[in-house]
């Protein structure tokens, strides 16, 4: 089975300054990796994943995402944050192989301020 | 591209009653959709997985009486809570995924928040 470690709860951050919501999973197969954000009362959107290849993933609205097989860790960073990125943010995982069960971490609420 | 909705986005209900939620894959035809719940301010729990014309599988713990999952074509899965009571208060949120293009993405729709009054 898959599991997914966010330590942080919370994350409080001042605009334009940078942020790293950390994320490690635990298995005992070949993964895939996801950050999802979700905004208040609404669904979840894909921020990026990965799935192969190169270790550093871009996703969208100006994130990144370090594969660490070493260290099972998966943290995703931001250099400049906005107000607008006050969410919540979750990391998944799942099989890179057969059923598609998406195992989420218990989430980190970034609150960036003025 | 890629878009899931939901419907209603949001239900108040008296306990005891029934409600239907809709999943609807609008640009893409979706194989596989899946039933999560999410309580205030805690992460998403996989309820069950429906494949189109198939019965639901349902995760461990889930009555699948009291949550009955329909996907009766490529586009649309429906979640009935039956007899619902004030514990099943939540946030049920629905994602599709399918081959080819969108293969190893699950799609999430907006949410519905429902309360048992």
């Known amino acids: 089975a898959q599991s997914v470690t966010q330590l942080d709860s919370q994350v409080p951050v001042f605009e334009e300054a940078p942020v790293e919501l950390r994320c490690n999973y635990s298995?005992?197969?070949?993964?895939?990796l996801f950050w999802y954000v979700q905004y208040p009362n609404q669904g979840l959107q894909l921020l990026l994943k990965?799935?192969?290849?190169?270790?550093l993933v871009k996703g969208i609205n100006g994130f990144e995402a370090e594969f660490n097989k070493s260290q099972t860790s998966f943290h995703l960073r931001k250099p400049s944050v906005h107000i607008s990125d006050t969410a919540e943010y979750f990391c998944?995982?799942?099989?890179?192989?057969?059923?598609?069960?998406?195992?989420f971490g218990t989430g980190t609420r970034l609150l960036v301020s003025p | 591209g890629a878009v899931v909705s939901q419907h209603p986005s949001w239900v108040i209900c008296k306990s005891g009653t029934s409600v239907k939620i809709e999943c609807r894959s609008l640009?893409?035809?979706?194989?596989?959709m899946f039933w999560y719940r999410q309580f205030p301010k805690q992460s998403l729990m996989l309820m069950a997985t429906?494949?189109?014309?198939?019965?639901?599988?349902?995760e461990q713990g889930v009555e699948k009486d009291k949550f009955l999952i329909n996907h009766a074509s490529l586009t649309l899965s429906t979640l009935t809570v039956t007899s619902a009571h004030p514990e099943d208060s939540s946030f049920y949120i629905c994602?599709?995924?399918?081959?080819?293009?969108?293969?190893?993405?699950?799609?999430f729709g907006p949410g519905t928040r429902l309360t048992v009054l």
């Open positions: 994602s599709a995924t399918t081959s080819g293009r969108f293969t190893d993405t699950q799609y």
């Open positions: 298995s005992s197969v070949s993964v895939y």
């Open positions: 990965y799935l192969s290849g190169s270790t």
């Open positions: 998944a995982v799942r099989r890179s192989t057969g059923f598609q069960k998406l195992v």
């Open positions: 640009d893409f035809q979706a194989t596989t």
């Open positions: 429906s494949n189109e014309g198939s019965k639901a599988t349902y």
